[in-house]
Structures are given as structure tokens and as C-alpha cells.
């Protein structure tokens, strides 16, 4: 095996490596989405009572 395909392998099998243990970036993260499920987060234990809250997002919430 030449040199340059030693190389072109190498290159190959990084750059593949780099793909796949890169970052998820979501759309529609932002500081809003954040204040939005504080909000929802305190509404949420107003009307379910702490620690019986099952799922807070941005949009809604769950009680146990």
C-alpha cells in the first residue's frame, strides 16, 4: 500500500469519525424556549402541588 493511499484512508477514517460524534443542534432553542418552560414549570407545580409534576415543556405540562 502506497504512501498516498495510507494517507487517503487515514483522512477517510477521521473525517467519518468527525461526522458521526458531532454535535445535535435542535432548531427553536433559544433563551424564549427557556423562559417558556420556567413559565410552564411554575404553573405546573401551582396546579399539580410539588413533586407531582410528570412533564413540563414549553407548550404544556403533565401531573402525575
Do not use: W, Y
Not at 1 to 7: C, E, K, P
Not at 32 to 44: F, P, Y
Amino acid at each position: 500500500m502506497s504512501m498516498l493511499q495510507r494517507i487517503s484512508l487515514l483522512s477517510l477514517a477521521l473525517g467519518s469519525a468527525l461526522l458521526t460524534s458531532g454535535c445535535v443542534i435542535t432548531p427553536h432553542t433559544s433563551s424564549d424556549t427557556a423562559a417558556q418552560v420556567n413559565k410552564m414549570s411554575e404553573q405546573a407545580q401551582a396546579t399539580c402541588g410539588a413533586g407531582q409534576v410528570k412533564e413540563v415543556n414549553a407548550r404544556s405540562f403533565s401531573c402525575k
